[in-house]
């Protein structure tokens, strides 16, 4: 799979702009735009997010994006205002929540799909690449609480 990348320092949405036109050239069926390291309290930071999706919007208009924020499931609120902010910038389709191989319980989920009515899509239950799981709300529920499935199946 080619990757299109531009010098470090370079303008964002230069590269979603390019990447977008190799895109369309080459008749892919799928491009993944990661905007890794977008703090939502840095406006410029998401000013550029919200330049990289116009441009995708304007330019691949016929193309389906499906927009996903991975959050930190350890970030309680936090993660509720990284969120809104970023659902502010670009629209989100669903969520990724990170880090509940420990004590994150992830209520985070709970609150960011009642306040902002996003799915959450996948989780991740370690460091590798088997460890991202599809959401399973009825098993996420029973480990919220503490109930394991053999409780479910002695009932």
Not at 33 to 53: F, P, V, Y
Not at 121 to 134: F, H, K, M, N, T
């Amino acid at each position: 799979m080619p990757l299109i990348k531009h010098q470090p320092g370079s303008d964002p949405a230069a590269v979603v702009y390019d990447a977008v036109q190799a895109a369309k050239a080459r008749k892919a069926d799928l491009l993944i735009i990661d905007t890794a390291g977008r703090l939502h309290n840095k406006k410029n930071l998401m000013d550029e997010l919200s330049k990289m999706r116009r441009i995708i919007d304007k330019d691949f208009s016929e193309a389906t994006v499906r927009c996903m924020l991975i959050l930190d499931a350890t970030t309680g609120q936090n993660g509720i205002n990284q969120a809104k902010m970023f659902k502010e910038a670009v629209e989100i389709n669903g969520l990724i929540l990170t880090k509940l191989d420990g004590t994150a319980k992830g209520g985070v989920a709970i609150a960011i799909r009642r306040e902002l009515n996003v799915p959450v899509w996948y989780i991740g239950v370690g460091e590798g690449i088997d460890d991202l799981q599809a959401f399973d709300a009825n098993q996420f529920v029973r480990a919220l609480f503490g109930e394991d499935e053999k409780t479910e199946d002695s009932n």
